[in-house]
């Protein structure tokens, strides 16, 4: 089984996958490790902050990396927001059926009532660099563009809107 984790920014993408690797003792591959290894190394001239570019370059790697997980009969979690929209265009029903996709968003309500907490929280799992341009209405509009894209793709979207523990545990169960 592959579970991908993708979602906007702040909504606990690798909280999620590290409590996944507790509890299935699956791997996981953090898209952001590999971006920023390609960046450090000089492989691409990218930055963190060109996004589009980065799935274009980042994801014919991670899609083949999943291929080969799924035909070697390997558990992998893999997770980062640069996971493209049409994802499943990337793959034949014989790899679909190994998949599990998880998509993490947050509703406004969620975002205007609990901001300070989510900033707060930003740096559980990995630490983040400078995190000033985190606003109220650039997690909103990131959030929209997750919820949005994913939704018109006939994927379903765990909306976050009240209880993200309870959210988060519930996706873990499943």
């Not at 003792?25 to 930055?47: A, E, F, Q």
């Not at 679909?96 to 300070?116: G, Q, V, W």
Request: a negative charge; glycine letters at 4%.
């Amino acid at each position: 089984m592959v579970i991908l984790i993708t979602g906007a920014s702040h909504t606990g993408k690798t909280l999620l996958a590290q409590r996944m690797l507790e509890k299935y003792k699956y791997p996981y591959l953090s898209i952001d490790h590999l971006k920023m290894g390609m960046i450090r190394s000089c492989k691409t001239n990218l930055t963190p902050e060109d996004d589009d570019a980065l799935t274009d370059e980042l994801w014919p790697i991670v899609r083949e990396m999943i291929k080969t997980a799924i035909e070697n009969h390997q558990n992998l979690i893999v997770e980062g927001g640069y996971i493209p929209i049409n994802w499943k265009d990337s793959f034949r029903e014989q790899y679909l059926d190994s998949i599990r996709f998880i998509c993490l968003a947050f509703s406004d309500e969620y975002i205007d009532t609990h901001f300070d907490e989510i900033r707060e929280h930003r740096s559980d799992i990995e630490a983040r660099q400078d995190d000033g341009n985190c606003t109220i209405a650039s997690l909103k509009d990131d959030n929209r563009r997750y919820i949005d894209g994913f939704k018109t793709a006939g994927e379903k979207v765990f909306l976050i809107r009240a209880d993200y523990e309870q959210m988060i545990q519930s996706i873990i169960d499943l």
